[in-house]
């Protein structure tokens, strides 16, 4: 999931393309929002029509911001085993939609990085850099002012343990969250939240025993437990009283999978606590009780 407080005081989250309720088709990213980060309503698919400019896959893993007064939303085009995977641009007026396909950014082969997914897009200075990559490395690269073109040659921010990249700015430093393991296993799941920080937004990143991430690094932030599987692909959300709130997906072991036999993995929300100098989250786990929500 990726989400964000919109100027219209509601937050929106967006999702993987797949299948919602009872509808007989998948959804080409799901929109729901919310006033309270605890009640969620659906809002509808972000696109009309599906886009067309690649012959075969799904819309996975969208990244939405706010960037020159407009809605942005990168996703991935991708398909399982897809040996050339792509990352899209979409821009909307409003967090609803529809938005407006502007095409394809990129494509593993044209970048020059194996299985090109999970855009995430961090804005230092006021230029634009795109953070992707799962399993093959994550990587980082500057972007025209548009958001349409690469500049220059991406670096590694991670090795190859790592997809789902996002990184949080705090008191002048960078942190890298990313997700380890299976995600899609229903309850065999082993997806969990590995994290890192830098001085520099380009890295290097290490984790609390001084490990860089390219070099097998990653303090442990999130795992499954006995109720809830494979925790991951994170975003955060700050709350009005300044707490920092990491919103991902995980999966009930209870109730595993969709109607399709893909996993399910609904949307969850905990607070992050910050201890010298690292954000932690109770138990390292999923909470599975009800416990004081964001101040909205």
């Not at 939303?73 to 792509?86: C, E, H, T």
Request: glycine share 10%; charged share 20%.
């Amino acid at each position: 999931p990726s989400i964000i407080a919109a100027d219209d005081g509601y937050y929106y989250a967006y999702g993987t393309e797949d299948a919602w309720g009872d509808l007989a088709r998948t959804v080409p990213i799901p929109i729901v929002k919310s006033s309270d980060l605890i009640h969620w309503e659906y809002v509808g698919p972000a696109f009309e029509e599906k886009p067309s400019w690649k012959v075969s896959g799904d819309l996975w893993a969208p990244h939405i911001a706010y960037y020159n007064n407009q809605y942005v939303l990168f996703y991935s085009y991708s398909r399982w085993g897809d040996d050339n995977p792509a990352i899209g641009l979409a821009v909307s007026e409003i967090p609803t939609g529809p938005f407006l396909d502007l095409g394809k950014l990129f494509s593993s082969d044209e970048i020059g990085v194996a299985n090109s997914i999970d855009p995430f897009l961090f804005v230092e200075n006021e230029t634009p850099y795109l953070f992707w990559g799962s399993f093959y490395g994550t990587y980082a690269v500057e972007l025209t002012d548009d958001l349409k073109q690469v500049v220059g040659t991406p670096v590694e921010i991670a090795d190859e343990q790592y997809e789902a990249v996002y990184i949080k700015e705090k008191a002048g430093e960078y942190y890298f969250f990313g997700s380890r393991g299976s995600c899609c296993d229903g309850p065999n799941s082993t997806y969990n939240v590995g994290v890192g920080k830098a001085t520099d937004l380009l890295g290097p990143y290490r984790d609390q025993s001084d490990i860089a991430l390219t070099e097998g690094g990653g303090t442990l932030l999130l795992t499954g437990n006995d109720i809830i599987a494979g925790p991951g692909h994170n975003a955060l959300i700050t709350d009005k009283n300044g707490e920092d709130w990491l919103v991902y997906h995980g999966i009930v072991k209870d109730e595993p999978h969709l109607w399709t036999g893909a996993s399910r993995r609904p949307l969850f929300i905990d607070r992050i606590r910050w201890e010298e100098g690292w954000p932690t989250i109770e138990n390292n786990t999923p909470s599975v009780e009800q416990k004081e929500g964001p101040a909205t």
